[in-house]
């Protein structure tokens, strides 16, 4: 069992619509990441957290620690938000080896 | 200027041929990254470096090694290509060393295909 798991694998939805993708894990971490490749291949960080919830823009991030579960919203979805979205999992504080999920490849059709 | 830059973004190599894969970075970060992507497969660690002395096997490092020739640069060499080697390949850099998690922050990725 991979020590990170994220579902769905793939998601298709309408522009506006509300996304939820989620990431499970099995072991105790110091910190939860959440990454977007675009089309192009390109990976940019959009939040790293520990605990609660962190806002940026129309993303939300959201971590649960007893549940060993994080969930990324997307809030009035658009097609320029069509992308893989990776969790990744670091396990040791001030040792940033991270693991990955597969990714969920996201689709916005306008 | 992008922070964290790869050269070449795409290579295509024979079988058996020496390639290397370099890595520049202006963010001042000590820590740098090598992973490959795989179809399918989540990003995986071939080797980091927490500072230039310090250079670490990842989860799959057969078959390459690496050099961090200064802070800001850290290459990945593939002794003798093998086409199972075929990937994406990122180099990431985090810091400052600060004892806690610190975000990754990636460079534009090298597609290499071996033949």
């Known amino acids: 069992k991979n020590e990170v798991e994220q579902s769905p694998q793939n998601l298709t939805a309408q522009e506006g619509e509300f996304i939820t993708i989620n990431c499970s894990y099995s072991?105790?971490?110091?910190?939860l990441h959440w990454l977007q490749q675009h089309p192009g291949g390109g990976i940019v960080s959009l939040f790293m957290l520990s605990s609660g919830k962190k806002k940026h823009g129309r993303l939300i991030a959201t971590i649960n620690i007893q549940e060993k579960h994080s969930s990324l919203h997307i809030t009035a979805s658009h097609p320029r938000d069509s992308a893989v979205y990776i969790c990744a999992v670091g396990t040791n504080f001030g040792n940033e080896k991270l693991t990955f999920g597969t990714g969920t490849r996201l689709t916005i059709i306008p | 200027d992008a922070d964290v830059t790869q050269t070449p973004r795409n290579r295509i190599t024979k079988t058996g041929k020496r390639i290397m894969l370099e890595c520049s970075q202006t963010k001042g970060h000590d820590r740098m990254y090598w992973y490959r992507q795989d179809p399918g497969l989540g990003l995986r660690l071939i080797y980091y470096s927490f500072d230039v002395k310090d250079i670490n096997k990842g989860e799959i490092s057969d078959g390459y090694s690496v050099s961090r020739q200064a802070q800001a640069k850290f290459s990945l060499s593939l002794e003798s290509a093998i086409p199972n080697q075929t990937a994406l390949y990122f180099c990431?850099?985090?810091?400052?060393?600060?004892?806690?998690?610190?975000?990754?922050?990636f460079g534009p990725g090298t597609r290499l295909l071996v033949l």
């Open positions: 990431a850099t985090s810091g400052p060393t600060s004892g806690r998690q610190e975000t990754q922050y």
């Open positions: 072991v105790g971490i110091s910190a």
